[in-house]
């Protein structure tokens, strides 16, 4: 009796010791905005933090990583420098060794490469060892995201959590809307020099009201500069 009593108490041990441990080895994540009320990413709960704004590229970071953004609609007055910036960060990162992780592509770092990015040098992160690098864009929402992990499972996660949103106004739609309001413009003009132009309506105007309309033209034209009647 006794000895399955301590057999029994070693299997509860054993079971309390691997709750513990996965209560301590979960990574809990939290969904934050990439762009105001538009694209997100869920990433290590009350670990990560906003760095700072670097000529339009957004930083965040944990203990073991950063997460740079990149949004050209949101001030295009950043647009070429942040964009030559990143993709050169891009092309730096996509040097580094290829992996297909659950369908995402990675690219593995030593730390030390990654600490020849001067971008870097205001962020505190562990860099030691291997970073998971994962470069992701999105044309629609011109979203370009950089996520860089010593974990790589917590790089997949934020990679395949993002929630992409356009909340910019695409140039085409600006331009279909700007020309529907130049033909809407033009058919007005149009038919108002139409009835203008139309002696039988100017008559019945003036028999009507008893203003002789080129008198009034005239003398409105004085202050008002051409009218088109």
């Not at 108490?9 to 762009?35: K, P, Q, S, W």
């Amino acid at each position: 009796m006794d000895r399955k009593i301590i057999i029994i108490g070693i299997i509860l041990l054993i079971i309390a010791a691997g709750v513990i441990f996965v209560m301590l080895t979960t990574v809990n994540y939290e969904r934050i905005d990439i762009t105001p009320n538009g694209t997100t990413i869920e990433v290590p709960a009350n670990e990560t933090k906003y760095v700072k704004n670097i000529e339009g590229a957004k930083i965040w970071n944990w203990n073991n990583g950063i997460l740079v953004t990149y949004n050209s609609h949101e001030d295009p007055n950043f647009i070429q420098v942040t964009e030559l910036g990143f993709t050169a960060l891009n092309e730096l990162i996509k040097s580094g060794e290829k992996q297909e992780i659950d369908g995402v592509t990675c690219y593995v770092l030593n730390a030390d490469e990654l600490l020849e990015i001067h971008l870097f040098d205001v962020i505190k992160v562990n860099y030691n060892g291997k970073f998971y690098c994962i470069p992701l864009s999105n044309e629609t929402t011109q979203d370009n995201i950089l996520i860089l992990c010593n974990d790589r499972d917590i790089a997949v996660h934020m990679a395949k959590s993002i929630v992409y949103k356009n909340v910019y106004p695409d140039n085409n739609d600006l331009a279909d809307t700007l020309s529907t309001l130049e033909n809407i413009t033009g058919d007005l003009q149009s038919k108002a020099n139409d009835y203008a132009n139309n002696s039988d309506i100017k008559s019945a105007v003036e028999e009507k009201t008893g203003v002789n309309l080129d008198d009034a033209k005239n003398t409105i034209e004085k202050y008002t500069g051409k009218l088109p009647i």
